[in-house]
């Protein structure tokens, strides 16, 4: 499998990280070799084979619905870049 | 007093041969001494650890101590320690200061530990050299020209060079047993699940486990102890019972089955580390283990099944950095699209964002069954493999990595030759078992370790077969000279 540089830019804008235009050329060269070596896997025939997303094949647990939090908004916020009047501020979204 | 094992500075302090903050003293010492060079800590805590110290003094005075009680330990900087900044090695994470406790670090603190400290490490413990770090790698006090290995470099090179007696580590790959290896120490990953993730910041949720490392088997046990057990706040937290795992520690190992995994002993191997490996067996032998030869044959697929699954998990993972909540945020953004992505890109360094995006790749329309289902496909053979040999062995050993540490920058560039540096350890992550790495002697002076693989929740059975072994062997009493040539 290999990778364009068209590709990498839009699975960058995907992942919401800004590459710098001169380092595209390595960042592709570099993910097209993963990728290359990660292409091993297409050779085992898997076609019975159950995908396993848990090494204990174990499923998330379920609490009762019941609230056991107490509200810490006030140290939650103290760790934010930007927080006016109990609120996490950003750049202004809609004009 | 550094050079004790942690059994040792209990029995210490608690015939009152010296107090827990006369201890910490010294580990603070040390750490101003060396730590300039090593570059083990990220932060050190030593207002905060002589006040932990000398409560710990008054609860041993008053003779109502726990085991623990007064011990001064490292924590990997991946663990949430509130008032602690815990940075994960990030840039993004710098100035993150956790509003709490991680459940691991909730259960040391109650055990009455002394944190001295927040350990270096690869960058959201992405790497295998702590060459990834933000803040520099932490350097292998064994020889300051190698790596420690890592990603729990930090914690390795501080236990290796006597800056703490112990340590935790993390190990989603590898992270705990490699930089073991590579620094000369003992080093546990339980069972998937056996210790709370809950406050330990994500990499591959489905990988992810901690573990302590020492110098011995039976204080890896002492550390288990603290760690291990269900926590409701982890939804992957598993419920199997705990055990005192210093128990078994004595047991003998007649009539134990190891099993030799043929493909662990292939080409890829080093000539020298493979005979301390083969020599380190033979001891096993001698104290009534049989080996049997047994073959994992999807070994060759765990590099890239797991190349796909890390990756895959880290980019969900990752994707909660955006500039809003805590961490770093970038200067004066023009709008919140210009937030994101200059903030993640001056936040996250080279290895993290290339996972981020091989495992974007990864999950994206039209190549999500191509790579992540036939990964996760993969992912059970690679286990059944473990299954089956399982039938015939109690516990399975090899080597813990292809060779011993290798030099700072040689393999920094090529990202390929550093995921081959644990092709002996991912498959451990991908079947949630728990593995050992012990250490079995020198190649030119550079220490290797023995790997030993346990089935699900056998930490027992692995913790005593390594205890038995270091009962035969001098290797893990070996000391770096700036362990024991610094101030005392």
Same mark, same amino acid.
Request: proline letters at 5%; glycine letters at 8%; aromatic letters at 6%.
């Given at each position: 499998m290999t990778i364009n540089q068209d590709e990498i830019e839009k699975i960058a804008e995907l992942a919401r990280i800004r590459i710098d235009k001169d380092q595209i050329g390595e960042l592709t060269q570099r993910i097209t070799e993963i990728l290359g070596m990660v292409d091993?896997?297409?050779?085992?025939?898997?076609?019975?084979v159950t995908p396993m997303a848990n090494p204990l094949d174990a499923t998330a647990r379920l609490r009762a619905d019941v609230i056991t939090e107490t509200n810490q908004r006030d140290a939650f916020q103290a760790i934010a870049p930007a927080v006016e009047n109990g609120l996490y501020l950003v750049p202004k979204v809609i004009d | 007093m550094h050079t004790k094992s942690v059994a040792n500075l209990i029995q210490g302090l608690q015939q009152k041969e010296f107090s827990s903050e006369e201890l910490t003293r010294c580990y603070l010492e040390r750490i101003a001494a060396h730590n300039g060079l090593?570059?083990?800590?990220?932060?050190?805590d030593e207002d905060g650890a002589l006040a932990v110290a000398r409560a710990a003094d008054d609860v041993l005075a008053k003779g109502?101590?726990?085991?623990?009680?007064g011990i001064p330990i490292a924590h990997k900087d991946i663990f949430c320690t509130a008032g602690l900044r815990t940075s994960c090695g990030s840039r993004m994470l710098d100035n993150f200061v956790p509003p709490y406790d991680a459940t691991m670090i909730k259960r040391f603190n109650s055990a009455g530990t002394v944190t001295l400290g927040k350990t270096n490490m690869d960058e959201f413990a992405?790497?295998?050299?702590?060459?990834?770090?933000y803040y520099g790698p932490a350097l292998n006090p064994?020889?300051?020209?190698?790596v420690p290995g890592g990603s729990s470099g930090g914690s390795a090179a501080a236990v290796a060079a006597g800056l703490a007696p112990a340590a935790t580590g993390t190990d989603t790959g590898g992270s705990i047993r490699q930089p073991a290896a590579f620094c000369g120490l003992t080093g546990l990953k339980p069972t998937?699940? &056996?210790?709370? &993730?809950?406050?330990?910041?994500?990499?591959a949720s489905s990988l992810d486990q901690a573990g302590p490392m020492a110098h011995s088997a039976e204080d890896c046990a002492l550390l288990l102890n603290i760690m291990a057990g269900h926590d409701p706040?982890?939804?992957?937290?598993?419920e199997h019972a705990t055990e005192d795992?210093?128990?078994?520690?004595?047991?003998? /190992?007649?009539g134990l089955r190891i099993g030799l995994p &043929?493909?662990?002993?292939?080409?890829?191997?080093?000539a020298q580390t493979g005979t301390l490996i083969k020599a380190a067996l033979a001891e096993l032998e001698k104290l009534g283990a049989t080996l049997v030869d047994i073959s994992?044959?999807?070994?060759? /697929?765990t590099i890239p099944a797991y190349y796909v699954i890390a990756p895959a998990e880290a980019s969900t993972n990752l994707? &909660?950095?955006?500039?809003?909540?805590?961490g770093h945020r970038c200067e004066n953004p023009t709008d919140l699209h210009d937030l994101y992505t200059r903030t993640r890109e001056e936040g996250f360094g080279d290895e993290v964002k290339r996972r981020i995006l091989v495992g974007t790749y990864a999950l994206s329309a039209g190549y999500y069954d191509a790579y992540y289902k036939k990964a996760q496909q993969v992912r059970r053979l690679i286990k059944q493999d473990f299954m089956d040999a399982f039938e015939q062995v109690d516990v399975i050993a090899g080597p813990?990595?292809?060779?011993p540490a290798f030099p700072l920058?040689?393999?920094?560039?090529d990202p390929i030759a550093m995921y081959l540096e644990d092709v002996y350890t991912l498959a451990v992550n991908l079947a949630g078992l728990p593995g050992m790495s012990v250490p079995a002697g020198f190649v030119d002076n550079k220490p290797i370790g023995l790997q030993l693989i346990g089935k699900h929740f056998d930490e027992s059975r692995l913790l005593n077969v390594a205890h038995q072994y270091q009962q035969q062997t001098p290797w893990h009493q070996q000391y770096p000279g700036i362990m024991t040539g610094g101030p005392a």
């Amino acid at each position: 499998m290999t990778i364009n540089q068209d590709e990498i830019e839009k699975i960058a804008e995907l992942a919401r990280i800004r590459i710098d235009k001169d380092q595209i050329g390595e960042l592709t060269q570099r993910i097209t070799e993963i990728l290359g070596m990660v292409d091993q896997l297409q050779a085992v025939d898997t076609s019975a084979v159950t995908p396993m997303a848990n090494p204990l094949d174990a499923t998330a647990r379920l609490r009762a619905d019941v609230i056991t939090e107490t509200n810490q908004r006030d140290a939650f916020q103290a760790i934010a870049p930007a927080v006016e009047n109990g609120l996490y501020l950003v750049p202004k979204v809609i004009d | 007093m550094h050079t004790k094992s942690v059994a040792n500075l209990i029995q210490g302090l608690q015939q009152k041969e010296f107090s827990s903050e006369e201890l910490t003293r010294c580990y603070l010492e040390r750490i101003a001494a060396h730590n300039g060079l090593l570059n083990a800590y990220i932060t050190v805590d030593e207002d905060g650890a002589l006040a932990v110290a000398r409560a710990a003094d008054d609860v041993l005075a008053k003779g109502n101590a726990g085991p623990l009680t007064g011990i001064p330990i490292a924590h990997k900087d991946i663990f949430c320690t509130a008032g602690l900044r815990t940075s994960c090695g990030s840039r993004m994470l710098d100035n993150f200061v956790p509003p709490y406790d991680a459940t691991m670090i909730k259960r040391f603190n109650s055990a009455g530990t002394v944190t001295l400290g927040k350990t270096n490490m690869d960058e959201f413990a992405m790497g295998s050299s702590n060459e990834n770090s933000y803040y520099g790698p932490a350097l292998n006090p064994w020889d300051t020209s190698l790596v420690p290995g890592g990603s729990s470099g930090g914690s390795a090179a501080a236990v290796a060079a006597g800056l703490a007696p112990a340590a935790t580590g993390t190990d989603t790959g590898g992270s705990i047993r490699q930089p073991a290896a590579f620094c000369g120490l003992t080093g546990l990953k339980p069972t998937y699940g &056996r210790v709370s &993730r809950l406050g330990m910041v994500a990499f591959a949720s489905s990988l992810d486990q901690a573990g302590p490392m020492a110098h011995s088997a039976e204080d890896c046990a002492l550390l288990l102890n603290i760690m291990a057990g269900h926590d409701p706040l982890d939804s992957t937290s598993s419920e199997h019972a705990t055990e005192d795992y210093c128990v078994q520690l004595g047991t003998s /190992l007649q009539g134990l089955r190891i099993g030799l995994p &043929r493909e662990y002993f292939k080409d890829g191997l080093d000539a020298q580390t493979g005979t301390l490996i083969k020599a380190a067996l033979a001891e096993l032998e001698k104290l009534g283990a049989t080996l049997v030869d047994i073959s994992l044959p999807h070994s060759s /697929l765990t590099i890239p099944a797991y190349y796909v699954i890390a990756p895959a998990e880290a980019s969900t993972n990752l994707s &909660r950095f955006d500039g809003v909540r805590y961490g770093h945020r970038c200067e004066n953004p023009t709008d919140l699209h210009d937030l994101y992505t200059r903030t993640r890109e001056e936040g996250f360094g080279d290895e993290v964002k290339r996972r981020i995006l091989v495992g974007t790749y990864a999950l994206s329309a039209g190549y999500y069954d191509a790579y992540y289902k036939k990964a996760q496909q993969v992912r059970r053979l690679i286990k059944q493999d473990f299954m089956d040999a399982f039938e015939q062995v109690d516990v399975i050993a090899g080597p813990t990595t292809p060779g011993p540490a290798f030099p700072l920058g040689s393999k920094s560039d090529d990202p390929i030759a550093m995921y081959l540096e644990d092709v002996y350890t991912l498959a451990v992550n991908l079947a949630g078992l728990p593995g050992m790495s012990v250490p079995a002697g020198f190649v030119d002076n550079k220490p290797i370790g023995l790997q030993l693989i346990g089935k699900h929740f056998d930490e027992s059975r692995l913790l005593n077969v390594a205890h038995q072994y270091q009962q035969q062997t001098p290797w893990h009493q070996q000391y770096p000279g700036i362990m024991t040539g610094g101030p005392a």
